[in-house]
């Protein structure tokens, strides 16, 4: 074992002051196992966000609609409600969850603007 690593298999070393706090784990390798399990779902749901956004460029005009700085900010707003609703103990789980949200979305929209650009216009058929 890595001195610098904690032993995955070993009793807990520090407990939490709030009575009502509640282990969800009994070791750090059950901790990192339900992680790693969280870890899959969390890729797979955006693997299929990214094919909806990969979709979306195909309603754009131009750049500014692919960046759609309107939506982004319903998008975050959104984001943090959610994790307020959806907290079960984590302080200041929306700031992670804004940051996250922060990041995903400039990822997303470069790949979306990559997108655009290569895409060949089929004009305003609704005009």
Do not use: W
Not at 7 to 25: F, K, N, V
Not at 31 to 52: Q, T, W
Request: charged residues 30%.
């Amino acid at each position: 074992m890595n001195p610098q690593e904690p032993d995955t298999q070993g009793a807990p070393l520090r407990e939490y002051a709030d009575p009502a706090y509640r282990p969800l784990c009994a070791s750090l390798a059950e901790v990192r196992a339900n992680i790693d399990r969280l870890d899959d779902d969390i890729v797979r749901l955006i693997a299929e966000r990214a094919m909806y956004v990969k979709d979306a460029a195909r309603f754009k005009r131009d750049a500014f609609q692919v960046s759609a700085p309107a939506r982004q900010a319903q998008v975050f707003d959104k984001a943090r409600q959610l994790a307020e609703r959806h907290n079960r103990g984590f302080t200041h789980l929306e700031q992670v969850v804004d940051a996250t949200y922060r990041a995903m979305v400039a990822a997303f929209i470069a790949n979306e603007q990559t997108y655009f650009d290569t895409m060949k216009d089929v004009g305003d058929t609704h005009a």
